[in-house]
């Protein structure tokens, strides 16, 4: 069994800043991405930021300049500084992670429960 748990989510004015964090746990034997996506009402889930074991990130055009993603392998565990926050950023962002749980069996994606951000006065 593998958990992604969430944190930092809530509700922030224009131009604030937030920081979300996930923490993987159970049975992992390695770790080859972790990420964010985020969902808005009424739109398809989408990529916000996500980053490699090696540490190659990627972003959305729609996040670049504002958004940074980062991990702690020791941890487990990814973060998302989001600063500069604009009303089109609110969605519920959800962790997600590409997990070996062993040698000999192919990694699988595990998603967190989600966590609501809300940008408004």
């Known amino acids: 069994q593998v958990h992604l748990v969430e944190s930092g989510g809530g509700l922030v004015q224009p131009g604030g800043s937030l920081r979300l964090s996930c923490a993987a746990s159970?049975?992992?034997?390695?770790?080859?991405?972790m990420g964010w996506y985020r969902q808005a009402p009424g739109k398809q889930r989408e990529l916000v930021a996500d980053?490699?074991?090696?540490?190659?990130?990627n972003y959305a055009d729609s996040v670049k300049g504002r958004f940074t993603v980062s991990k702690d392998i020791a941890k487990n565990t990814v973060y998302l500084q989001m600063n500069s926050l604009k009303p089109e950023d609110t969605a519920v962002y959800y962790c997600?992670?590409?997990?070996?749980?062993?040698?000999?069996?192919?990694?699988?994606?595990?998603w967190g429960q989600g966590t609501q951000v809300t940008v408004s006065s």
């Open positions: 159970g049975s992992i034997f390695s770790i080859k991405a």
């Open positions: 997600n992670a590409d997990i070996i749980i062993h040698p000999f069996i192919p990694s699988d994606d595990y």
């Open positions: 980053i490699t074991n090696g540490g190659s990130a």
